[in-house]
Antibody
Framework: QLQLQESGPGLVKPSETLSLTCTVS??????????WGWIRQPPGKGLEWIGS???????YYNPSLKSRVTISVDTSKNQFSLKLSSVTAADTAVYYC?????????????????WGQGTLVTVSS | DIQMTQSPSSLSASVGDRVTITCRAS??????LNWYQQKPGKAPKLLIY???SLQSGVPSRFSGSGSGTDFTLTISSLQPEDFATYYC?????????FGPGTKVDIK
């Protein structure tokens, strides 16, 4: 059974860079059928997609965050990572990683399943 | 970006009730619409993908319908474990967006 686990600091200072890693177990991150995505949820609010990456390194980013986001993949470790620069209090959220399934081979991704348990990142000095 | 809206934003229902949640897209998204359930303190769980396909392991009381701009998630007979927040998500555009959520609580 595929599982995803987020890891990284729970507290980041304003203006610094948030860095998280998602470790995939029970399956290969190099599958041709999936992208791998990051989604966040501020406390008490809704879901916001951040970006997704294919094992080859191809990415999709949320345009509203694109200037501050870098998503990378390490197939040797079965991990993918998120970096969000110049953070502010507005970036405080639970950050989830998830498998992002292709709608069909050769098409963009569609739905997210499964999800990691999420990790709360607080931006505060 | 494609904007997603949901109605109602919240509803109160009883066990055994039939519940319908609506999701509307700001432009046609064909059938590229997915539904998730989220319980407090937990990650979202995929229920329905491609508007009407039931994810493996999800009870058959959940169903989805619609195409174009208007979609519905129906719970045929609400169970105690179904009290949660439900989100729709469009995957027509690669600027993936979620609806604001519908909270279903106990009447």
């Amino acid at each position: 059974q595929l599982q995803l686990q987020e890891s990284g600091p729970g507290l980041v200072k304003p203006s610094e860079t948030l860095s998280l890693t998602c470790t995939v177990s029970g399956g290969s991150i190099s599958s041709s059928s999936y992208y791998w995505g990051w989604i966040r949820q501020p406390p008490g609010k809704g879901l916001e997609w951040i970006g997704s990456i294919y094992y080859s390194g191809s990415t999709y980013y949320n345009p509203s965050l694109k200037s501050r986001v870098t998503i990378s993949v390490d197939t040797s470790k079965n991990q993918f990572s998120l970096k969000l620069s110049s953070v502010t209090a507005a970036d405080t959220a639970v950050y989830y990683c998830a498998r992002h399934r292709l709608r069909r081979l050769g098409s963009p991704p569609g739905w997210f399943d499964p999800w990691g348990q999420g990790t709360l990142v607080t931006v505060s000095s | 970006d494609i904007q997603m809206t949901q109605s109602p934003s919240s509803l109160s229902a009883s066990v055994g009730d039939r519940v319908t949640i609506t999701c509307r897209a700001s432009q046609s998204i064909s059938s590229y619409l997915n539904w998730y359930q989220q319980k407090p303190g937990k990650a979202p769980k995929l229920l329905i993908y491609a508007a009407s396909s039931l994810q493996s392991g999800v009870p058959s009381r959940f169903s989805g319908s619609g195409s174009g701009t208007d979609f519905t998630l129906t719970i045929s007979s609400l169970q105690p474990e179904d009290f949660a927040t439900y989100y729709c998500q469009q995957s027509y555009s690669t600027r993936f967006t979620f609806g604001p959520g519908t909270k279903v609580d106990i009447k």
